[in-house]
């Protein structure tokens, strides 16, 4: 049986799991916001987490408790490149900039995309990423 | 897509079969991306599903004898058709020493436990005995001759029964030798110990009143005792004491042992304990036939068979299950013959060859052992005899052809191919009983060795080994259950040298065909023995000492030879290695032969294969002396 696919946008479940406040439907995520937070997963599934895809996921929880300076951040910015170049292919353009913040003892991640195959402008995300305990 | 594939257990597939279902139903469409919230619900119902399918199929084969894989499981299933897997078992040792005891008392007991020490194998174990053995004193001295010592450690454990509770009598150690457990039951109204309670493996001839319990093994390899409940074995009383003592064992390990030092103790008439002077212990037989628990596959093999031998040893394969699994774990392959199949016919005898794992023969002691155990399963009126392990064995004289441009070192190509026969012939369809060497398998083994062999000229000879009976005048009869190839000059039949008594040179068996009157060769021969001056001597010349010793029956594979004496041999042991050409190539074990490969013995000739290298391209080379195999005998008089 041939499979065809009924829509091209992307098309995703939140995990939020609450119902829309008039329809009651699950809530769903479209394209550049399902792609962010796919990117978003990535950066934070450990790797060897994932049962039987041992290879998915990226280092930087490791990183968040080095040093809060250029050095980790830039190794936060390697890992967080390889993890998308390898597992979203569905960005195009990337630039991972992450900003160390000592104050605060964080690293804001700034990413710059395009979305492979739509007519809309390039993306911006940032997030931050901080050692919790 | 429907989703149909219930039983796959590759998480990949579930997953796979998921998405393709989503794919065709769903508006979701990121689930192909595996960063996506979507990808982690399906990665959950996948692993779920994985797990369902893993269980169904481990519970599946769990449930079945030929498929489970837990050991717990088999012993489980084991147990439903009445089958007790063996335990490990003691190496058992034989000594005997003598004891002077300081005080004057007339009966002197070696108390159950610790009786002395011994190395094996660089280590060093503890020998007991698990009950309490008397000697009577004479003249001062205590005799104990021939006591069987088991390596253990002796221990003893005590159980008061509570019949309020649903009270389990486990014993907590591994590695137990059952056949060492000994069990008192002391009930409200009896002393010491109380009643020694016996081990049965069925219910057989059991009443409400038998003082009987069963084993059976649970986790971890530990033993679960099980008593009566008033209707098979008597019931036990509340708060009886039960004590139950045996030996836990190395198995296997314990084996070997040789040189013991006395470490027990003893107690004199008056039961308080006796000091003896230093003991010297004389080993009568070393440590032997300690083994391991029984392994799943043997539960697996044996727990159908008897339950179909019914206990009962009526047919072969009957003595084969019941004395591998129930008498003689050590046992390798049995060979069960009726004595109706015997030349001359022994009717109501079966004869019995074992042969055990470590070694050739039984002792005499085991034979014993194994005959009186017998009996309780053989049927009335038949006598199962334990007889000698017969061994023919097969000896290949091969010459191997190589490409010389393909190999480094011929020698390197020698021990691959002598490596690869020995695996072949540890093979079980050819060690045993039964058993059958296979020449065109021996000759593929061969070739396939290494890709320089580009073939392989190989002959067969069978060997029997007599061991003489020195200085004394004795009858020999040979049989190898094969059928001989018969050279009309003679000289079928080779031995090793010997020495006969009136004669000071060293002698050798050989044949010479008889003839029929029409001048054809007869089924049978005479057997001479022969000087051996020159090895390729013609027979008219050869120095015949005596000119008919014997018989050799070329059809039957029999050797029968007049009463003899003699007086030493030229190899050891006392043995005289008699070969023959079979005529065929293919080797069975016949009735109580048991057929070994005998690498060591066999000739293995490498020879450069000059035409496969390029060297002799029309083949003149290689028909010169060096290249040249012949597929027949040697003409040598004389085995070499």
């Given amino acids: ?133 | 897509m429907p989703f149909t594939k219930f039983t796959n257990l590759d998480f990949d597939q579930i997953r796979v079969s998921i998405k393709d279902y989503l794919r065709a139903n769903s508006n979701f469409t990121d689930f192909d991306f595996e960063g996506s919230n979507f990808s982690i619900l399906i990665d959950t119902l996948a692993y779920n599903t994985y797990i369902t399918a893993f269980n169904s199929n481990m519970i599946a084969n769990e449930s079945f004898l030929d498929s489970a894989t837990l050991r717990e499981n088999v012993i489980a299933l084991a147990r439903s058709i009445g089958y007790v897997p063996k335990s490990r078992t003691a190496a058992s040792a034989i000594v005997s020493f003598t004891a002077t005891p300081k005080s004057s008392t007339s009966i002197l007991t070696l108390q159950s436990g610790l009786v002395c020490t011994g190395s094996a194998s660089e280590s060093s174990f503890v020998f007991s005995i698990p009950d309490n053995v008397t000697a009577s004193v004479k003249n001062g001295v205590a005799t104990f001759e021939n006591l069987t010592i088991k390596q253990g450690t002796f221990l003893k454990k005590q159980f008061t029964v509570d019949i309020s509770l649903n009270q389990k009598f486990i014993l907590n150690n591994s590695y137990i030798d059952t056949s060492t457990i000994r069990v008192y039951v002391k009930g409200p109204s009896d002393s010491g110990l109380g009643k020694p309670y016996k081990l049965v493996d069925n219910i057989f001839e059991i009443s409400s009143k038998s003082e009987i319990y069963l084993i059976q093994e649970i986790k971890d390899e530990k033993y679960e005792l099980l008593f009566g409940d008033g209707i098979f074995g008597k019931k036990l009383e509340n708060n009886s004491i039960i004590t139950v003592t045996y030996i836990v064992t190395d198995g296997r390990e314990g084996n070997g042992a040789s040189v013991f030092d006395f470490s027990g103790s003893f107690k004199n008439e008056s039961d308080s304990i006796e000091v003896c002077e230093s003991i010297i212990i004389s080993t009568i037989q070393s440590s032997q036939n300690g083994s391991d628990i029984e392994d799943i596959n043997s539960i697996k093999n044996f727990a159908p068979r008897l339950y179909s031998s019914q206990y009962r040893a009526v047919n072969s394969n009957d003595y084969e299950t019941i004395i591998k699994s129930k008498i003689y774990p050590e046992t390798e392959s049995v060979s069960v013959v009726g004595g109706e199949e015997l030349d001359p016919p022994q009717y109501g005898k079966v004869l019995i060859s074992i042969k055990p794992k470590n070694g050739t023969y039984v002792s005499d002691f085991n034979k014993r052992e194994i005959q009186n155990k017998l009996q309780k399963y053989s049927v009335s009126g038949i006598k199962p005899e334990i007889i000698d392990l017969k061994i023919l064995h097969v000896e290949i004289d091969s010459s191997i052809y190589y490409n010389f441009s393909q190999v480094e070192s011929v020698e390197n190509l020698k021990t691959q191919v002598i490596k690869s026969l020995t695996s072949y012939s540890q093979s079980t369809n050819l060690n045993s009983f039964g058993g059958r060497f296979k020449y065109s398998k021996v000759l593929q083994v061969i070739d396939g060795t290494d890709t320089a062999i580009t073939s392989n000229i190989t002959k067969v000879i069978i060997r029997r080994d007599l061991k003489a009976q020195i200085n004394t005048q004795t009858q020999y009869e040979i049989c190898y259950g094969n059928k001989f190839h018969v050279n009309s000059e003679g000289k079928n039949i080779k031995s090793t040298g010997f020495n006969i008594f009136g004669v000071s040179d060293t002698v050798y068996f050989t044949d010479i065909p008889n003839k029929n009157s029409d001048g054809t060769i007869a089924e049978t021969g005479t057997i001479a023995i022969v000087k051996n001056t020159q090895s390729t001597v013609d027979s008219t010349k050869t120095p015949i000492v005596i000119q008919s010793a014997g018989t050799v029956n070329y059809t039957n594979g029999e050797i029968l030879l007049n009463p003899l004496i003699i007086t030493s041999t030229v190899l050891s042991d006392n043995i005289i290695e008699i070969q023959a050409f079979p005529e065929s190539n293919d080797i069975i074990g016949l009735k109580d032969l048991y057929l070994s490969f005998d690498v060591s013995k066999s000739k293995i000739n490498m020879i450069k294969d000059v035409i496969a290298s390029g060297d002799d391209i029309s083949g003149v080379v290689f028909q010169t002396k060096d290249y040249y195999s012949s597929s027949y005998s040697n003409g040598a008089l004389t085995r070499s």
């Fill in chain 1, 1 to 133: 049986m041939s499979v065809t696919r009924i829509s091209r946008s992307f098309k995703d479940i939140s995990l939020s799991f609450e119902p829309h406040p008039v329809t009651k439907d699950l809530p769903v995520i479209t394209d550049a916001r399902a792609i962010i937070r796919s990117i978003r997963n990535l950066v934070e599934t450990i790797v060897t987490e994932r049962f039987f895809n041992s290879t998915l996921g990226s280092n930087v929880r490791k990183s968040l408790f080095d040093f809060v300076d250029y050095a980790t951040a830039s190794v936060i910015q390697q890992q967080v490149v390889e993890v998308i170049s390898n597992y979203e292919p569905r960005v195009d353009n990337l630039i991972v900039q992450v900003n160390p913040k000592p104050d605060t003892n964080e690293f804001e991640i700034i990413l710059t995309f395009r979305i492979i195959g739509q007519d809309i402008p390039v993306q911006q995300y940032s997030f931050i990423l901080e050692a919790t305990r």
